[in-house]
């Protein structure tokens, strides 16, 4: 009998730090060296949608700063749990848009694939926090409904990689089905919505990179950027990784009272984007999702925003502001200039 080699047996380093990531607010605090009298207030928020923080990212958080904006970002909070009219559970109408299990089909030429509930880590703000993934969820079926939907519907050219977060899939997954992908011809696309780069880099390795490169598919990888600090060395040199593999790297950032919504920071953030090889794409008005409504910024502050980043910056790095409203075919475009 040929005994196992401890490389086989060995999960990847950046599962073994997802594992490792914090989920209980009480060490979230005591990690940032933070007063726990305000813990209580949290703990509810955190019952009905669990933190979940790796140390990678953790790592860039200001210790016993309670506004860092990275914080700001995933710390759980009583005011979570107060009801707000025009905050719901489905806020950009992905229920209503499901074909298949796990397969979305919102705009023309595009189709959107759940591959799981799992991401690395929670933001508060996600659309997604409500979202029943035990009933649409493609990769529980093994794809194949949603392969057979996208091989009948010829118009579709791009297949948009969601969650979730994919990249929480093991590579064998991913590479599995992305050769599904490759097989249907009139497919010329994959985009890979994901925040492991920035919150936990060491997940692109070199089966990634490997399987990536591999595709006949143009993969275009949409970061979720909300501020300049997410963005490190480590996070550079891991979007020159994607870069050399052929990635087209893309940033939507959502806009966030008290984390990204000035000037200064949104400069800042473009600038740290473009030194790591990434587009600014969109900047989202918040999907108003029950439990988020302390970050939302209002459109009219949205739109002075944006005038005072087009006086700032380079064309190329104004990301468009846009809000998604459910039953649109299309992202909906905010001009610079209200009453």
Same mark, same amino acid.
């Given at each position: 009998?040929?005994?196992?080699?401890?490389?086989?047996?060995?999960?990847?380093?950046?599962?073994?730090?997802?594992?490792?990531?914090?989920?209980?607010?009480?060490?979230?605090?005591?990690?940032?060296?933070?007063?726990?009298?305000?813990?209580?207030?949290?703990?509810?928020?955190?019952?009905?949608?669990?933190?979940?923080?790796?140390?990678?990212?953790?790592?860039?958080?200001?210790?016993?700063?309670?506004?860092?904006?990275?914080?700001?970002?995933?710390?759980?909070?009583?005011?979570?749990?107060?009801?707000?009219?025009?905050?719901?559970?489905?806020?950009?109408?992905?229920?209503?848009? !499901? &074909?298949?299990?796990?397969?979305?089909? *919102?705009?023309? /030429?595009?189709? @959107? %694939?759940?591959? =799981?509930?799992?991401?690395?880590?929670?933001?508060?703000?996600?659309?997604?926090?409500?979202?029943?993934?035990?009933?649409?969820?493609?990769?529980?079926?093994?794809?194949?409904?949603?392969?057979?939907?996208?091989?009948?519907?010829?118009?579709?050219?791009?297949?948009?990689?969601?969650?979730?977060?994919?990249?929480?899939?093991?590579?064998?997954?991913?590479?599995?089905?992305?050769?599904?992908?490759?097989?249907?011809?009139?497919?010329?696309?994959?985009?890979?919505?994901?925040?492991?780069?920035?919150?936990?880099?060491?997940?692109?390795?070199?089966?990634?990179?490997?399987?990536?490169?591999?595709?006949?598919?143009?993969?275009?990888?949409?970061?979720?950027?909300?501020?300049?600090?997410?963005?490190?060395?480590? !996070? &550079?040199?891991?979007?020159?990784?994607? *870069?050399?593999? /052929?990635?087209? @790297? %893309?940033?939507? =950032?959502?806009?966030?009272?008290?984390?990204?919504?000035?000037?200064?920071?949104?400069?800042?953030?473009?600038?740290?984007?473009?030194?790591?090889?990434?587009?600014?794409?969109?900047?989202?008005?918040?999907?108003?999702?029950?439990?988020?409504?302390?970050?939302?910024?209002?459109?009219?502050?949205?739109?002075?925003?944006?005038?005072?980043?087009?006086?700032?910056?380079?064309?190329?790095?104004?990301?468009?502001?846009?809000?998604?409203?459910?039953?649109?075919?299309?992202?909906?475009?905010?001009?610079?200039?209200?009453?």
């Amino acid at each position: 009998m040929i005994p196992r080699s401890d490389a086989l047996q060995q999960p990847p380093q950046w599962q073994k730090e997802l594992a490792c990531a914090i989920r209980e607010p009480k060490k979230l605090y005591q990690a940032l060296e933070l007063n726990p009298d305000t813990l209580m207030g949290s703990l509810a928020a955190h019952h009905s949608f669990r933190l979940l923080v790796p140390h990678a990212y953790l790592a860039k958080m200001k210790k016993g700063d309670k506004n860092d904006p990275l914080l700001l970002q995933v710390l759980p909070r009583k005011i979570e749990n107060q009801t707000v009219s025009g905050f719901v559970s489905d806020p950009v109408g992905d229920l209503a848009a !499901v &074909q298949t299990p796990g397969l979305l089909h *919102k705009y023309h /030429g595009r189709a @959107l %694939l759940i591959t =799981t509930g799992a991401c690395a880590i929670h933001c508060r703000y996600c659309f997604r926090r409500h979202f029943p993934y035990s009933d649409s969820n493609a990769s529980s079926h093994n794809w194949q409904p949603a392969l057979d939907y996208l091989q009948a519907n010829t118009e579709i050219h791009e297949v948009i990689l969601s969650g979730g977060d994919p990249l929480t899939l093991s590579d064998k997954k991913l590479a599995d089905l992305s050769q599904k992908l490759d097989n249907i011809p009139h497919l010329h696309t994959l985009r890979i919505h994901t925040r492991l780069p920035l919150v936990l880099p060491n997940r692109i390795n070199n089966e990634l990179l490997a399987w990536l490169a591999k595709s006949r598919l143009k993969v275009v990888f949409v970061l979720h950027a909300n501020h300049a600090n997410e963005i490190d060395t480590h !996070v &550079q040199q891991v979007c020159q990784q994607l *870069k050399q593999a /052929g990635v087209l @790297l %893309l940033n939507q =950032t959502v806009l966030l009272k008290g984390i990204n919504d000035s000037a200064a920071r949104m400069t800042q953030l473009s600038h740290a984007l473009f030194a790591a090889n990434v587009l600014p794409y969109y900047l989202h008005l918040l999907d108003r999702v029950q439990g988020s409504a302390h970050y939302e910024c209002s459109t009219i502050e949205a739109s002075h925003l944006m005038q005072t980043l087009r006086e700032q910056l380079p064309g190329y790095l104004v990301p468009k502001l846009v809000r998604e409203e459910a039953g649109k075919k299309f992202k909906t475009p905010i001009p610079d200039k209200l009453a």
